[in-house]
């Protein structure tokens, strides 16, 4: 079956739901004026964005297999418009808040149905094929903010929440109706397969443990990077370690693509797992930290897609069921993690940063390792 319209829908809405993910931030300034709020309250958008999102995140599993990919992608697709376009509209702003739930909810279902749906659809190749979709999720995250940024260089105030918010609606808009149209849509196997093994939720809370710490180690190196650099560098150019970083990532999805298909999934968790511990040991030398984060972004790279084809590989007859468990429960690690490195850091000083992801990155190996012996795979 040809899978290449499945494949560009996918990319598409990885590509906006990147951008939506992105665009909160720089609209900071237009929001403060649209809702006549202060900085206190306009970060309220974001905890609204990704409340929604673990909701969606947790509802594709009870809505996947009545409703199948098909009906339920454009439907997410068009949460995340309506949501979008009323975080403009809205006349207040509990409202916008609530609109940002709502395109949350949207954004939260297409990621996880699309990892899914690519992890079943490409088989084999799906670690190839979800590093690339995941990469176009980074594309999207730099380029969403651009309309937005240009909108209020030239003075825009609270006019420029349009040309972001209501470019991605009409995008969303597009993978609606390209994704109900496309009819290569995997199959789900039947609710009972005869003969298949037991859901094993000890294995199954493995994986989300190990999804949490990767999450917390992505994230956290993203947002401290800079800190630490900051010893050394100059505040403009130690910034600019969290785009070095994410940049890198988005690139190494790309070098992944391109790698041997052959190659297990947890293997490549457990090799990139340990690659990122040796960029985090460079990251203690002095003059080579921005360098080391850059290496941190490529090594983590391969760990997210990887790990939803080595859970496919895991649970075939069930991974819709138990996959957005284990993404929900990735959710969770920024919460822990960022107060981890934050209490390090003002006990330690910012030196301490690189040690306290390099612990991360370990406990992620031994992680995979485990899960390694115990499915064999």
Known sequence: ???????????????????QQALYGPAFPALQARYAIGVGEVGQI???????????VLLAVPLLRPFGYRRLVPVASLG????????????TWPAALASSVGAGLGFGMLVSLLNLAFARAFGARSTQALAVLNATFG??????PVPVAIALDRGGGAAALAPGFFGLAA???VVAVGSAATRTWPTLPPARVAGAAPVRWGVVAGFGVALSVYVALESNTAAWAPTHLALELDVGRAALATSVFWGAATA?????????????PGAYVVGAGVASVGALGLAHVSGFGLFAYALVGLAVAPIFPATIAWLTRVFPDSVERVAPLVLAAGNFG?????????AAAAWAGAGVVPSVLLVFAVLLVGLALALRRATAT
């Open 1 to 19: 079956m040809d899978r290449r319209p499945l494949f560009v829908v996918g990319l598409a809405a990885f590509a906006l739901i990147g951008a």
């Open 46 to 56: 974001v905890s609204a964005h990704f409340a929604g999102g673990l909701v969606g």
């Open 80 to 91: 995340v418009a309506l949501g979008l376009a009323l975080v403009v509209l809205a006349p």
């Open 139 to 144: 594309i999207g995250a730099v380029l969403g």
């Open 171 to 173: 995008l969303a808009l």
């Open 252 to 264: 190494g999805r790309l070098i992944v693509a391109a790698l041997p298909w052959r190659i297990a």
């Open 334 to 342: 920024p919460v822990f993690g960022a107060p981890v490195v934050g």
